[in-house]
């Protein structure tokens, strides 16, 4: 009786939803929306995400290439889960910048990754993210920026990357270049925010960091998933059992929790010992004035009353940085060693130049900025990336954008679209950035939305200065043989994971050479 009850229920509301679909799309006032490939009724584009989960970046330039002002419409399951996605400059400039107080980050997407970047800079919107900006912003200044190279950058690539790529060099064993720019990455961002001194990259094998890294991306794939995925009553009940991806999620959170949690207590032991170092405080040292201020003038304190609250947004603070350290700049590099190898005419321009600033100043190495920007083109270390209407909105084109829909664009589709990078699109072109005068030409941050743009953009200072300063240290000094997962050929580029980032599959593994004066 129960079920039959239950089944004529849900035939009721799929034929009202079926019935509201059918007329919204006779109405007028649908004219000038997106196109939406495949929708089925009943699905929407849930068997077509189904079947390109493996390639989601790539379906989706496909569609978005396809589409006549290059923005979709895309839906789940009986109309959940409604996202426009746009490759269209001018939609991008109108989500992130003209528009921008109609768009935050939204439930949804907090809901997905509530567990692992909390009330984080990444996932907050309006004040609290504000607040975040402000403190942030003295990570970024110029003198942070002069202390990061000479301190932080200069001392773990002599002391540490640098041997660790003579050793492999010297034994000619190949090296996962992925792995350790990764764990090189992940230290400069805890001496640099934190001020705590992290070694997972000369205690390579301690299994304490692999958990670490493995807890990291165990929480980032689910959540990336949850994001694009509605939130099911299958997942609210794996949640509650705790079980499935819910299970796998909580114990990684676990992981991170701790080491969050140590980084705090290191934090608080070298301030209860007056251990704070000269010039400027660090970025969790800011975070933690901000959070102490009893004198009423702290807002960000005011909006976590108690001491458990005040914690855990500190938990936040220091996840948040790490994922942003730890893996954009090392997928960036990974990506441009390997289009290097594949593009032998740019790796021989890059050591033109080289050669010609033996003083080592990165500052003026045009063509490398210019052949790292190309690589993150190609490969954008954050390839897909959205937020939430918060009301009734047009984009440029025409698209109509409801209150409550994902407002989403695709920095890996634009740069594969050959109406904004001409024919050569697919190919790996620094020279593309380039003057006549051979001064690098930057393009409007909404044509090229690879660090985002607007209120929200990252500030990207950090990460050029960290990339030209590891690829011209690791150029000079080895000549890099690909070994795997394929070879260095831009008809085989490797597999990456569908994660938010673009890891490659496997790392990438290579044989390293000392180069020799007649390499010069
Ligand atoms: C190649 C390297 C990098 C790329 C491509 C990149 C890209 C991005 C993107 C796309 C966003 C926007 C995220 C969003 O709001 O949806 C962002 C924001 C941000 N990035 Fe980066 N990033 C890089 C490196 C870094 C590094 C090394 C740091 C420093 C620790 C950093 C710190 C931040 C911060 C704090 C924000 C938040 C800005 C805000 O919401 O106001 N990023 N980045």
Aim: charge should be neutral; aromatic fraction near 10%; include cysteine.
């Amino acid at each position: 009786m129960e079920i039959a009850y239950l089944v004529s229920v849900l035939l009721f509301i799929t034929a009202v939803i079926l019935y509201v679909r059918r007329r919204r799309a006779a109405s007028p006032s649908r004219a000038g929306t997106a196109s939406c490939p495949h929708p089925n009724p009943v699905l929407g584009n849930t068997l077509e995400f189904v079947r390109n989960r493996g390639r989601f970046f790539d379906w989706y330039t496909d569609m978005l290439r396809a589409a006549p002002s290059n923005t979709i419409e895309a839906w789940g399951a009986l109309g959940a889960s409604h996202a426009v996605t746009t490759a269209d400059p001018a939609g991008v400039d109108h989500l992130l910048r003209a528009s921008f107080a109609n768009y935050n980050r939204g439930a949804q997407f907090r809901a997905a990754q509530s567990e692992l970047i909390g009330d984080g800079i990444f996932g907050a919107d309006g004040r609290l993210w504000s607040l975040q900006r402000k403190l942030a912003s003295y990570a970024f200044s110029s003198r942070s920026l002069r202390r990061f190279t000479e301190d932080v950058l200069a001392v773990h690539l002599g002391r540490r990357l640098l041997p660790f790529l003579d050793a492999a060099a010297g034994s000619g064993e190949a090296v996962d270049l992925q792995e350790a720019l990764r764990r090189f990455a992940f230290d400069n961002i805890c001496h640099v925010a934190f001020g705590v001194e992290s070694s997972t990259f000369l205690e390579w094998g301690d299994p304490q960091h692999q958990a670490l890294f493995k807890a990291f991306d165990t929480a980032v794939a689910i959540s990336f998933m949850r994001t694009l995925t509605p939130s099911t009553p299958v997942r609210k009940l794996t949640k509650l059992l705790n079980i499935g991806k819910s299970r796998q999620l909580g114990e990684a959170i676990g992981v991170i929790d701790d080491h969050a949690m140590s980084v705090i207590e290191a934090k608080e032991a070298s301030q209860r010992n007056n251990n704070q170092g000269e010039g400027d405080p660090d970025l969790l040292s800011r975070f933690m004035a901000a959070m102490d201020e009893e004198d009423g003038g702290g807002e960000l304190a005011a909006m976590f009353p108690t001491p458990e609250a005040k914690r855990r947004l500190l938990r936040d603070v220091v996840v948040s940085f790490v994922l942003a350290g730890k893996d954009s700049t090392t997928s960036a590099l990974t990506w441009f060693f390997w289009l290097l190898a594949a593009n032998p005419r740019c790796e021989r321009r890059v050591h033109d130049e080289l050669s010609q600033s033996p003083d080592g100043d990165v500052k003026g190495m045009r063509y490398l900025h210019a052949a790292l920007t190309e690589a993150m083109r190609l490969y954008p270390p954050v390839p897909f990336n959205g937020r939430v209407a918060v009301a009734d909105d047009v984009l440029p084109d025409g698209t109509k954008v409801r209150a409550g829909w994902f407002a989403n664009y695709s920095a890996y589709a634009m740069g594969r679209m050959e109406k904004l990078w001409g024919e050569n699109s697919l190919e790996f072109v620094p020279e593309r950035w380039l003057g006549d005068d051979g001064e690098f030409v930057a393009v409007d941050a909404a044509r090229y939305p690879v660090f985002h743009a607007g209120p929200r953009a990252c500030r990207k200072e950090m990460a050029y200065v960290q990339m030209k300063t590891v690829a011209a240290a690791v150029l000079r000094r080895f000549s890099l043989d690909v070994q795997a997962p394929t070879t260095a050929s831009m008809q085989s580029p490797p597999a990456y994971e569908m994660t938010g980032g673009m890891k490659i599959i496997g790392g990438l593994h290579v044989h390293l050479k000392i180069r020799t004066e007649s390499d010069q």
